[in-house]
């Protein structure tokens, strides 16, 4: 069973990769909006966009999916159905249609899943992280500044402004 914890889990379920719980889209897939997703987590606050540009990288991903998709669907209607290669031109149109959306959110999911692990701690993460945060305030230094609480290599970490600690 592939169950909470597990990479395929966030992946194909579309959960945020750091806990597990937060949804990545605001919509359902029916609606067919494509990028309609959250800024952060709903759950641990952490910001899905990892860095600008992040999504480029998904594009590829969600290039290889598809074209991997479409020559399965190929290669079952021509070789083991044997339909007629109008047939396998219609079934392949079809098929891109309705996995479009999918697909692309599914190359979305996959690519954050990539650098951000589950962390069964984050409640405890954020909290640490806050408390760093306040220290620097402290000092009269502004903690979204800092490297350290900004890149991406802190995963978890939220928009300025906003507080994720007692969720
Ligand atoms: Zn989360």
Redesign the pocket.
């Known amino acids: 069973m592939i169950t909470k914890g597990n990479k395929l889990y966030s992946i194909v379920g579309m959960?945020?990769?750091?806990?597990?719980?937060?949804q990545l889209w605001k919509s359902p897939l029916y609606q067919m909006k494509l990028y309609d997703m959250h800024e952060n987590?709903?759950?641990?606050?952490?910001k899905y966009e990892q860095e600008p540009g992040f999504w480029y990288g998904a594009m590829y991903a969600a290039y290889t999916f598809s074209s991997g998709a479409l020559l399965i669907v190929m290669l079952v209607t021509l070789l083991a159905l044997k339909w007629e290669l109008q047939s396998v031109f219609i079934a392949i149109g079809v098929t891109a249609l309705i996995g479009f959306t999918y697909n692309a959110r599914l190359a979305r999911s996959f690519w954050l899943n990539l650098v951000v692990d589950y962390n069964p701690n984050?409640k405890q993460q954020n909290v640490e992280r806050e408390k760093r945060r306040e220290e620097l305030r402290k000092q009269g230094i502004n903690p979204d500044e800092v490297s350290s609480l900004t890149t991406p290599t802190h995963h978890g970490y939220e928009t300025p402004g906003t507080s994720f600690i007692g969720k």
């Open positions: 959960k945020c990769p750091r806990c597990h719980e937060g987590c709903p759950v641990c606050g952490l984050w």
